[in-house]
C-alpha cells in the first residue's frame, strides 16, 4: 500500500519538511567544512585533483572542491634532521640520547686502511620543492637516509682512521653535505641540505682503551717536542748574538789596533823625513821631548860628574816643582 504526501496529515508533513532543512542545513555545513583549510605559516599546500597535481597554494585560509580534492600539507620553513649512530629521545636543555643495535650497526664504518670507527653525525635539510618532494621519490626521508648513510661510508672508506678521528673531521663533513646534496638533485628529491654536523667519531668499544692510550702518547709527544722548540729558541739566538757581539769587538779591536800602527807609522815616516832634512837638529828635538815626558816620573834625581863634585841644580828644581804642586 503506498503512502502518497495528501494522505498524510498537516503535522507529519511539517515534521518532514522541518528534518529536510536540517539535512540540508548539516549537508551545506559539511560541504562548507570540507571545503576550508589552513596552512600554517611554515607550510604550503599542495593539492591534487582525482590524485593529480593541480596547485599550490600559500599559508593562510584555503578553499579545495570537497571529495574530488586532496591537500598535502609540506613543512618547507622548518629544518628538519636525521640522526645516525644514536637517537633523540627527549630534546630540551638536558636532551636524552639513546643508542640500539640498529643505529651501532648504521655508525659503524670501515676506513681506507681497515681500521674501524664508530662515526655518529646528524644531516640536516630542508624541502624546498613541494611538489617534488610528493611526487617525484616514494618516501624521501627513508631515501635521504640511505644516501647519507651510503656517502658517509664512502668517504671515511677513502680515509685513514686517523684522519677520520681527528683532523680530517670538518673536510668529510663538508663533502658529505656535497655529496648528498649532489645525488637529491639528480633524484629530483625537493631536499636542500642546510648542514651536516659530526656528532662524535670513536674507536670501537673494544679498542678504546688503547687507542686513546696512543692518543696520549703522541699529545705527550708533540708536548715536548714544543718544549724543545722552545728551549732552543731560547737559547740559540741568544748564543748567536753573543756570537754576533764578540765577533764585532774583535772586528773592532782589530781596526782599532791597525788604526794606530797605521798612525805609529806614519808618526814614524813624518819624524824620519825631518830627520833626514836635519839631523842634529831633530835628534836634540827628540831627544829633549823625551826627556821631559821621562824625568817627571822617576822621582827624585841627582846628577853629578864623574868624580861626583858637582852636583845640577836639578835637585833642587825637583823639590820646588813638589812644593808648587802641594799648595795647589
Not at 621519490?137 to 651510503?150: C, F, G, H, M, Q
Not at 769587538?249 to 805609529?264: D, I, K, P, T
Not at 835637585?315 to 808648587?324: G, R
Request: hydrophobic content about 40%; aromatic content about 8%; proline content about 4%.
Amino acid at each position: 500500500m503506498n503512502i502518497e504526501e495528501s494522505d498524510l496529515s498537516p503535522q507529519l508533513k511539517k515534521i518532514l519538511e522541518h528534518w529536510r532543512v536540517i539535512l540540508l542545513s548539516l549537508f551545506a555545513v559539511l560541504i562548507v567544512w570540507l571545503s576550508i583549510f589552513q596552512i600554517s605559516t611554515e607550510e604550503v599546500g599542495v593539492i591534487t585533483r582525482f590524485g593529480k597535481y593541480v596547485r599550490q597554494v600559500e599559508p593562510g585560509l584555503n578553499f579545495k572542491i570537497p571529495f574530488a580534492e586532496a591537500v598535502y600539507k609540506v613543512p618547507v620553513e622548518r629544518q628538519q634532521k636525521l640522526e645516525f649512530g644514536f637517537r633523540t629521545t627527549k630534546a630540551g636543555i638536558n636532551s636524552q640520547y639513546s643508542e640500539s643495535p640498529v643505529t651501532k650497526d648504521e655508525s659503524l664504518m670501515l676506513t681506507g686502511d681497515l681500521n674501524l670507527a664508530e662515526v655518529k653525525w646528524v644531516v640536516q635539510y630542508r624541502v624546498d620543492d613541494a611538489y617534488k618532494n610528493l611526487f617525484k621519490v616514494r618516501n624521501p626521508e627513508s631515501t635521504l637516509r640511505l644516501i647519507s648513510e651510503a656517502g658517509m661510508r664512502q668517504i671515511v672508506g677513502d680515509r685513514t682512521v686517523n684522519e677520520v678521528l681527528t683532523v680530517g673531521r670538518t673536510e668529510i663533513a663538508n663533502k658529505l653535505q656535497l655529496l648528498i646534496q649532489e645525488i637529491c638533485r639528480e633524484y629530483s628529491m625537493g631536499i636542500k641540505i642546510e648542514q651536516v654536523v659530526l656528532q662524535d667519531v670513536n674507536p670501537p668499544e673494544p679498542v678504546k682503551a688503547a687507542f686513546n692510550a696512543v692518543n696520549e702518547a703522541q699529545q705527550e709527544k708533540e708536548t715536548l717536542i714544543n718544549q724543545a722548540k722552545s728551549e732552543y729558541n731560547k737559547v740559540i739566538p741568544k748564543a748567536r748574538g753573543q756570537a754576533d757581539e764578540t765577533i764585532q769587538q774583535a772586528r773592532g779591536y782589530a781596526a782599532e789596533r791597525v788604526n794606530n800602527a797605521e798612525g805609529e807609522a806614519a808618526r814614524f815616516t813624518a819624524l824620519y823625513n825631518e830627520y833626514v832634512k836635519a839631523p842634529e837638529v831633530t835628534k836634540r828635538r827628540i831627544y829633549l821631548e823625551t826627556m821631559s815626558n821621562v824625568i817627571p816620573k822617576i822621582g827624585n834625581v841627582v846628577i853629578t860628574d864623574q868624580k861626583g863634585n858637582n852636583v845640577l841644580p836639578l835637585l833642587q828644581m825637583q823639590m820646588n816643582k813638589k812644593i808648587a804642586t802641594n799648595e795647589k
